[in-house]
T-cell receptor, first 110, second 115 residues
Framework: GQQVMQIPQYQHVQEGEDFTTYCNSS?????IQWYKQRPGGHPVFLIQ?????EVKKQKRLTFQFGEAKKNSSLHITATQTTDVGTYFC??????????FGQGTRLTINP | EAQVTQNPRYLITVTGKKLTVTCSQN?????MSWYRQDPGLGLRQIYY???????DKGDVPEGYKVSRKEKRNFPLILESPSPNQTSLYFC??????????????FGPGTRLTVL
């Protein structure tokens, strides 16, 4: 079945450093979504990418969808303590269900 | 306020005692689903529903049941809970009835412990 792998599982950075998490699917995806879960909270939608090679930005966050629509990345420039949390990618493939990656937990040293 | 609600938020129970976790959304969404979250495994889909009376298995459906008799409600039923069902459960909904094309709105979560 469809699998979505996300790396790294954990990332600890100094405040102000950049952060990147990567997502790879075993199959071609129709779309990919990114979510953020704050500690003790629930996942909150950040963005959706649909087109091959698509790049979207939200302030310090840059999201990319690969040309083959099988991989994606989230890059945060100059992290802040408010960026702490777990970031999930989720891909929609052929079945009518969303498959989540394992998540990358980001911690930040102020 | 547009939201997904779940009840209870916390539950400690014993093996074999049937329980239901309720989920309700007030956004007139077509698609609803249940996930469980376990450390290192991310979010795994248990069941989903694309519309009233239409439900289907996700990736980890064993030991769970669902029903979708009304558009707004999607309860998760554990007929005979076991300790391996101890987990954090999330209900989610999205607008489209054609699958997860749209952003998923998550409920606050239910932390279940089965002793």
């Amino acid at each position: 079945g469809q699998q979505v792998m996300q790396i790294p599982q954990y990332q600890h950075v100094q405040e102000g450093e950049d952060f990147t998490t990567y997502c790879n699917s075993s199959t071609t995806l129709s779309n990919i979504q990114w979510y953020k879960q704050r500690p003790g909270g629930h996942p909150v939608f950040l963005i959706q990418l649909v087109k091959s090679g698509e790049v979207k930005k939200q302030k310090r966050l840059t999201f990319q969808f690969g040309e083959a629509k099988k991989n994606s990345s989230l890059h945060i420039t100059a992290t802040q303590t408010t960026d702490v949390g777990t970031y999930f990618c989720a891909g929609w493939g052929r079945a009518q269900k969303l498959v989540f990656g394992q998540g990358t937990r980001l911690t930040i040293n102020p | 306020e547009a939201q997904v609600t779940q009840n209870p938020r916390y539950l400690i129970t014993v093996t074999g005692k049937k329980l239901t976790v309720t989920c309700s959304q007030n956004m007139n969404h077509e698609y609803m689903s249940w996930y469980r979250q376990d450390p290192g495994l991310g979010l795994r889909q248990i069941y989903y529903s694309m519309n009233v009376e239409v439900t289907d298995k996700g990736d980890v459906p064993e030991g769970y049941k669902v029903s979708r008799k009304e558009k707004r409600n999607f309860p998760l039923i554990l007929e005979s809970p076991s300790p391996n069902q101890t987990s954090l459960y999330f209900c989610a909904s999205s607008l489209s009835g054609e699958g997860p094309r749209d952003e998923q709105f998550f409920g606050p979560g239910t932390r279940l412990t089965v002793l």
